[in-house]
């Protein structure tokens, strides 16, 4: 099990807790490159949800059924089976077991996002002009920024498409992930926006 | 009261506070943030504890005499400020008097809005008061 747990940072940048006996990572499918960027390492962006799943590592027991607590739930709420960050600051997330007790805890900040950039699934950066075949997809995901920080998180952002291209633009299975497909041969800029920030993409598509 | 009398009162009460409960950090204040333990010293050695906790934050405390603390129960006076809860820490730690071990008695404490209370520790072995001090985080207006 400690071997195991050993390995949780090397697929997912996981984060210890202070009691030594608990991580917590972003619920990510494997394989998910992309996916990597939203584990709790960095702080969670305002305004994005962050799925968490715990693994602990208790001498003589297998791992009970757990739950997870915010200190500050004005900076960090738990949602369901997530983490809402509500505002800049930092909160300690607490492990606990069904009658209370703590098992582990991590503090998990929150930053506001400054800057957002654009990935491919595979978590390359795209920026500049993207050039498309008729009927080729794209699948896009924001990557949030604070400075020189990324955040962890999913946003709902908002996407648009404006030029004499046109485009199919489809959910892609998670809230700020988006699926292109090119219909019709032109040029078009895509802007995606998260409140007062937002980035572009040229895209360009050929017959 | 003779000189003796007093010496025998006075060890007394010295061996009735050093049998108090210790309590010890076991977790680090993250960066930026308060999160720490210590000693108020009397006459007779530790008289209490207090804690500095930024709001938001958590501190798990540890506490034993010789062994670990023994049906240890943690109340706040005012959970709204600083909440108390029991925490499951599997390790052993080995009893200083008697030999063995037990697993370690641990608590964690949780800032959870500005102000000053008093938290409680119980246990078989004595009870410890605790005076906790939650500090807004940075950049909270005052209320």
């Known amino acids: 099990m400690r071997r195991l747990l050993g390995l949780l940072p090397l697929a997912g940048c996981a984060m210890g807790g202070a009691m030594h006996q608990a991580v917590l990572v972003g619920a990510c499918a494997d394989g998910d490159a992309a996916c990597s960027r939203r584990h709790a390492l960095a702080p969670i962006a305002v305004g994005a949800h962050f799925h968490p799943e715990v693994a602990t590592e208790i001498a003589g027991t297998s791992t009970p059924n757990l739950h997870v607590e915010s200190a500050a739930p004005d900076v960090l709420a738990h949602d369901g089976d997530a983490l809402v960050a509500k505002k800049p600051g930092a909160s300690a997330v607490l492990i606990t077991t069904d009658d209370g007790s703590v098992v582990d805890f991590v503090h998990v900040w929150v930053a506001p996002v400054t800057r957002i950039t654009l990935a491919r699934r595979d978590g390359e950066h795209v920026a500049g002009l993207v050039g498309l075949a008729v009927g080729e997809d794209l699948t896009l995901v924001p990557t949030l920024w604070n400075g020189a920080q990324s955040l962890a998180g999913e946003a709902e952002a908002t996407w648009t498409l404006v030029g004499d291209a046109t485009f199919a633009m489809l959910p892609d299975g998670a809230a700020d992930r988006r699926r292109l497909r090119a219909r019709t041969p032109g040029k078009a800029i895509l802007t995606v926006a998260m409140g007062d920030v937002q980035t572009t993409l040229a895209v360009e598509v050929v017959p | ?143």
């Open chain 2, 1 to 143: 009261m003779s000189t003796a009398h007093i010496a025998v009162v006075g060890f007394v009460v010295a061996a009735a506070a050093g049998c108090a409960p210790v309590l010890e950090a076991e977790s680090p204040a993250p960066p930026g943030r308060r999160a720490r333990l210590d000693r108020v010293e009397g006459f007779w050695g530790v008289k209490s504890y207090r804690v500095e906790l930024s709001q938001g934050a958590a501190l798990a405390v540890s506490c034993q005499r010789g062994p670990s603390c023994e049906h240890m129960t943690v109340t706040s006076d005012d959970p709204a400020i600083a909440e108390v809860r029991t925490a499951s820490l599997a390790l052993l730690r080995p009893n200083l008097y008697g030999g063995g071990a037990t697993t370690t008695a641990e608590l964690v404490i949780v800032g959870r809005a500005p102000g000053v209370t008093h938290v409680h520790v119980h246990a078989e072995q004595g009870d410890r008061d605790v005076a906790v001090t939650i500090i807004p985080q940075p950049g909270t207006p005052p209320t």
